[in-house]
């Protein structure tokens, strides 16, 4: 798992960082961390500069290392970047969960009217749904909206986003993977172990 360092938040991993980069295991996953601090309060043109480099650095990660799936999780938009390289340069296969559909939101909460920006950011959204094997969207109309690019829907399936309290208040009575869990689970292997068209 690869991932920034959100101010508030804590990865379980406690080393010093070695040019930017610090690894370790946690729970039994091997987390990979950079060095570059976050926060919802951080000015938009921060957030833009951290979102580059986070998926800069990543692509580096995802050229390099070995695995056999990579899944990116937006927000922000530039988390599909890496997946993308990956598709392209290593044939490696990718799934997009899409928490936001991008540049809908902020267009629509006006964080973002320049033209010129808007363009490249659904140029960006349009290459993720398309490099990926699969897209996970987290709500209906986030289904829809991505069905709205040109996706066909059976290249799409929705995870519903939240968490069930009952499900953790007595751990010994319940099993620790819901229904939903394991039907993405089997849905992604399908994806990638059957070879299902991309385009």
Known sequence: MVCGSYV?????LSETFN????????DGINVVEFELPYSNRDAFMKRIIIFLKFAWKSVGFALMEKYDLIVATSTPLTAGIPGIAATFLRR???????????????????????????????MLEWLSYYASRGCIGLAPGIVKGIERRGIRSER???????????????????EWRP?????????LFLQVHM?????
């Open 156 to 174: 799409i399936i929705m995870v519903p986003n939240g968490c069930d309290l009952d499900l953790f208040s007595n751990p010994s009575a319940s």
């Open 195 to 199: 070879g299902l068209p991309t385009g």
């Open 19 to 26: 040019k930017g980069v610090r690894r370790g295991v946690v």
């Open 179 to 187: 229904k939903e869990f394991l039907r993405m689970i089997s849905w």
């Open 8 to 12: 508030g938040g804590d990865t379980g």
């Open 92 to 122: 490696k296969p990718f799934v997009f969960e899409v928490r936001d559909l991008w540049p809908e939101l902020p267009k629509a909460m006006g964080v973002i009217t320049n033209p010129v920006v808007i363009g490249w950011m659904s």
